[in-house]
């Protein structure tokens, strides 16, 4: 059975995804926090002892075919109110820990002909006022990812990004804002975990690197 790794996995976006492999048929691993609802391994992504014992133990899992980096936060305030903590800990959970993943997970993916799968934002592809740290961790990911997948496409393996809008996750429980409660204004986890199916069902031979998905309409609720 063909396992696939899930960062993030014990809610929102990751959650969902994890829930939806497991039902094509993977065996699912989840890297979170917190319990997940599938087999799961507890990691903090701000403390590299804990990073580096989860890399060991997943790379010897040769039957791994799937990374899904889910896992990620945001502040959204103006820059200087945020503090050097913050900053460390958003680079290493939103860029640095899904480049270690891809790193030490890259042999075991090739023999497979594997695919790394990204979720990164919609805020990796234009600017928005008091999200220059949160921007800048994704838009380094989605170039990682469209690099990567130029280094590794001729063994066979596909690097996928997907850029979500505005999604009904517990990512805003501390932020002062939130997605519209109107169902065509918000997009919902499981949509995200569509286009991860969809992705992954594609023929043998094409490869989709790049996804953005939106809201037909907008909406924002501040709290």
């Known amino acids: ?7 993030g996995a014990s809610s929102g976006i990751g959650k969902a995804i994890a829930t939806r492999l497991e039902s094509m048929g993977y065996e699912v691993i989840g890297i979170a926090r917190n319990e997940c609802d599938v087999k799961s391994i507890e990691c903090d992504f ?3 002892k804990s ?28 820059h200087e ?20 993943l891809s790193s030490e997970l890259l042999r075991n993916l090739k023999q497979n002909e594997g ?20 921007s800048a961790t994704k838009t380094g990911l989605k170039a990682f990812s469209s690099a990567l997948f130029e280094e590794v496409r001729a063994s066979g393996v596909n690097v996928i990004n997907i850029n979500p809008d505005l999604t009904q996750t517990n990512f805003f429980d501390d932020l002062h804002f939130m997605p519209s409660t109107n169902f065509d204004k918000t997009l919902l986890a499981d949509d995200i ?3 991860v199916e969809n992705s992954l069902n594609t023929r043998s031979g094409v490869a989709i690197t790049d996804v953005t998905i939106r809201p037909q309409k907008f909406g924002i609720l501040k709290k």
């Open 1 to 7: 059975m063909a396992t696939a790794v899930v960062s």
């Open 46 to 48: 701000t403390d590299q």
């Open 51 to 78: 990073v580096k014992k989860t890399l060991e133990f997943l790379k010897k899992d040769k039957s791994i075919s799937v990374l899904v980096n889910a896992a990620g936060f945001g502040v959204f305030r103006p």
């Open 81 to 100: 109110e945020i503090n050097f903590k913050t900053i460390s800990d958003m680079v290493d959970v939103n860029l640095k820990v899904p480049m270690q």
């Open 115 to 134: 695919v790394i799968i990204n979720i990164t934002s919609i805020e990796a592809l234009k600017s928005s006022k008091y999200a220059a740290l949160y």
């Open 193 to 195: 975990a569509d286009v």
